[in-house]
């Protein structure tokens, strides 16, 4: 069964202070990844799709990367509008059936104190 | 172009009820999925349609359905209703084919009493 892992479950920054957050993943061939956002008592908001291993893609203070294990989310000089979670999601080549078509992980809950 | 629409956004019913909620896609999308989404579990997969149809199903219980019209807008029904119901109900549409990006509507917050 494909599985999606987030890491870790909340992190705490200081403005100003970049880290990133982890997506490991097993799937049976991957057709995409994606990244979200989302605020509390809101619907997710897309913002990444990464297609093969090597790839990246930024938005403002975010860069997403990806790598044929795992994906990671660099939050350079994050500002406190940054507090979200974040969640990540594959899509495998058997995709559909009783997990749908992405699979989620349960996300990492982002805190970014002024 | 206008993102999914859900409604209601609140919704407090109680025990053994039944509720509807709607979903309106983004335009020229097919493809509806719907998320049941809690603290504990995160987003959990209820089931997609496509063209009036449903293609997968999450493993949920019968007392949760949906359906798919014409115009692709979805709905889904949730009979007697139980306390462990509460949560936001998610919807999401994509394109007909290829790489399945979703795109969420703002959910509805359903509480049962």
């Known amino acids: 069964e494909d599985q999606v892992t987030q890491s870790p479950e909340a992190l705490r920054l200081q403005e100003g202070e970049s880290s990133s957050l982890n997506c490991s993943y097993t799937v049976s061939g991957l057709r995409g990844l994606f990244w979200y956002r989302q605020d509390p008592g809101k619907g997710p908001e897309f913002l990444f799709t990464?297609?093969?291993a090597g790839e990246e893609k930024e938005k403002e203070r975010l860069k997403a990367t990806l790598t044929k294990k795992e994906s990671f989310l660099h939050i350079t000089a994050p500002k406190p509008e940054d507090s979200a979670t974040y969640l990540c999601a594959v899509q495998g080549l058997n995709y559909g059936g009783s997990q749908g078509n992405l699979i989620f992980g349960k996300g990492t809950k982002l805190s970014v104190k002024p | 172009k206008a993102g999914v629409t859900q409604t209601p956004r609140y919704l407090i019913k109680t025990r053994g009820q039944q509720v509807t909620l709607s979903c309106s896609p983004i335009s020229g999308h097919r493809s509806v999925s719907w998320y049941q989404q809690t603290p504990g579990q995160g987003l959990q997969f209820l089931f997609e349609y496509f063209s009036e149809t449903q293609r997968n199903k999450g493993n949920f219980p019968g007392r949760f359905s949906g359906r798919q019209f014409s115009n692709s807008r979805s709905e889904m029904n949730v009979s007697t209703l139980e306390l462990g119901d509460s949560a936001l109900y998610l919807c999401?549409?994509?394109?007909?084919?290829?790489?399945?990006?979703?795109?969420f509507g703002p959910g509805t917050r359903l509480l049962v009493l």
């Open positions: 999401a549409s994509s394109g007909p084919t290829g790489i399945k990006t979703q795109y």
């Open positions: 990464l297609y093969s």
